[in-house]
């Protein structure tokens, strides 16, 4: 997997407006680029790479993208490119009509339609959170995706913020991938698009079964680290929150190593070993670091938790405290 992270902090303040043409050439659509901070333009992106699927999140303070008829004619790399605004405020100009997304939104554009793309910052710099891979692997039709080009979709509830989230954590903890992983990665991101953009146009009938079958395993995944704190989070409930029965819900998960009560179980465990290696969590009980994280009785997390980690909760908090920890990262529940 290739993780960069690019800055224009490195050059000249007059020569960094030049620089960022050249990382958007490298990691964009081709574009027309124009600032009001040219004399000065400071911005930075990450750039996660997936094989045919690119994660990035950039920030700068005034951006003018325009993808003009001439750009497309001379090179149209068939690419699908989201945009979800994460602060500032975005306007998109496509066939005549203009949209105004702001933080929270996401927005679809095509490679091979001309638009206008003018991103404001809010408080000195403005950051978005883009997706692209190429449109054959999108498992909807190119007819059906038209309609949701330049539409805003909320990224801040439902599937969009599922989405959202999905993408976020890809970009955050970027190195903790492997290049085998990457194609499971690229694979999920798409069907999670697929879903979102499906359940807009009321079109997920025209999904294929895997996809609809990985989007609802991720949705599920992203609502119990949601839910963890609740102690009543069991398959039943798991069941019930997204419409499907207990049987179906085994069967989404069927090609996992674990139970679906036992995954909740070490996600459980996870996260309360996290907490009790937080510096800033010491003073809390450890009863309660259990409790925070649906563990209703004490004499059941301690046994749990020895028996995944090899001590007990105050032995591993103690030890991560004082630098001594044997434990390895190689043993997390992740």
């Known amino acids: 997997m290739l993780v960069r992270d690019l800055s224009t902090e490195v050059v000249a303040a007059k020569e960094r407006f030049a620089l960022w043409e050249e990382f958007s050439h490298e990691s964009y659509l081709p574009y027309l680029l124009r600032s009001e901070h040219q004399d000065n333009f400071r911005a ?111 990224a801040r509830h439902g599937m969009g913020a599922t989405f959202y989230r999905w993408l976020s954590d890809l970009s955050t903890r970027a190195e903790e991938f492997t290049a085998a992983e990457a194609p499971t990665l690229a694979s999920v991101t798409v069907d999670l698009l697929a879903s979102l953009l499906g359940h807009s146009l009321d079109a997920e009938k025209k999904l294929t079964p895997e996809s609809r079958r990985q989007a609802l395993r991720v949705r599920i995944c992203d609502f119990v680290e949601q839910h963890l704190g609740d102690p009543n989070l069991t398959p039943g409930a798991i069941a019930a929150a997204h419409g499907i029965s207990v049987s179906h819900l085994h069967a989404v998960f069927a090609d996992q190593d674990l139970t679906v009560a036992a995954w909740i179980r070490n996600r459980r465990l996870e996260r309360c070993r996290r907490d009790l290696a937080d510096p800033r969590l010491l003073t809390r009980p450890v009863q309660a670091v259990a409790a925070r994280r649906g563990f209703t009785s004490p004499t059941h997390f301690s046994r749990a938790f020895r028996a995944a980690y090899g001590m007990s909760p105050r032995e591993y908090r103690h030890a991560t405290a004082t630098g001594y920890a044997a434990y390895s990262s190689s043993t997390s529940l992740d």
């Open 44 to 154: 930075a992106m990450r750039v996660v790479g997936l094989g045919g699927v690119q994660v990035s999140v950039s920030s700068f303070p005034h951006m003018e993208v325009v993808r003009t008829p001439k750009l497309v004619r001379r090179c149209d790399p068939e690419m699908y490119q989201v945009d979800c605004v994460l602060s500032g405020e975005a306007a998109l100009t496509l066939d005549g009509r203009e949209t105004t997304c702001r933080a929270g939104d996401l927005v679809l554009v095509d490679s091979g339609r001309p638009f206008r793309g003018q991103f404001r910052a809010a408080r000195g710099k403005g950051s978005h959170l883009i997706v692209q891979f190429p449109r054959t692997l999108l498992p909807l039709p190119r007819s059906t995706v038209q309609r949701a080009l330049a539409v805003p979709i909320s």
